[in-house]
């Protein structure tokens, strides 16, 4: 089983629309959760963090956290076609000097 | 405020030849990373250090791949002898503290091993 797992995709919505994107990861000492953009042959870039069980909203962005089931997603409203780019999802065990673990991605797509 | 410099951003090299990147963290950053990322992939930690002392390189491959970070500021990745697998981007990132603080990357390395 990976530590940190995200659907590869491609997502495609169209634009407008709610994009939701989905990680999953396997331990339960993960204290730290980030969501890192990252358009094709560029480095990533954060856009959320969450530390605690619940919703954090910034902008058109809602990360949301349950830490019981594991799981993390990222929510993006009113998609824009400059949203098109890979969603890495990072973990951070605080027990391992914070070393992040990232899932594989997944690319999104938005339509015109 | 300056963001993370790496250098070169390209490098093409032929198998079992060595080749060596360069990081400056952002001012201040006591804590620097080096990722490789396989096309396709998401990051995979190389090497952290914090300061000038290594906190994990657990997942360095130790007989081929080397870095330091003598003077706790700018670092060095180096690969010898280079293999295939090694083609990849090399992305160097740094934060002011390990655990909760925010990782910020640099552009990367394109390495292409022929």
């Not at chain 1, 491609?10 to 994107?21: D, H, K, M, Q, T």
């Not at chain 1, 949301?64 to 400059?82: E, F, G, H, T, W």
């Amino acid at each position: 089983q990976k530590e940190v797992e995200q659907n590869s995709g491609p997502l495609s919505v169209p634009e407008g629309a709610i994009a939701s994107l989905n990680c999953t990861y396997s331990d339960r000492g993960s204290q730290s959760f980030f969501w890192y953009r990252q358009y094709s042959g560029k480095s990533p870039e954060l856009i959320m963090f969450i530390y605690s069980n619940g919703d954090k909203e910034d902008g058109r962005f809602t990360a949301q956290l349950n830490k019981a089931s594991q799981y993390v997603s990222l929510l993006i409203r009113d998609s824009q076609p400059s949203d098109s780019a890979t969603y890495l999802c990072a973990v951070n065990h605080s027990n391992q000097g914070g070393k992040l673990i990232f899932g594989q991605g997944t690319e999104l797509s938005v339509k015109p | 405020e300056a963001g993370v410099a790496q250098s070169p951003r390209y490098k093409i090299i032929e198998k079992r030849q060595s080749v060596a990147f360069w990081c400056n963290p952002i001012s201040g950053h006591a804590t620097l990373y080096w990722y490789q990322q396989i096309l396709g992939q998401g990051p995979k930690l190389l090497i952290q250090f914090q300061n000038n002392g290594v906190v994990d390189d657990s997942q360095l491959p130790k007989d081929r791949f080397s870095a330091e970070r003598l003077k706790g500021v700018d670092s060095t990745l180096k690969i010898q002898p280079a293999k295939l697998e090694d083609s990849a981007v090399y992305l160097c990132a740094s934060s002011l503290t390990p655990i909760r603080d925010e990782q910020y990357f640099g552009p990367g390395t394109r390495l292409t091993v022929t």
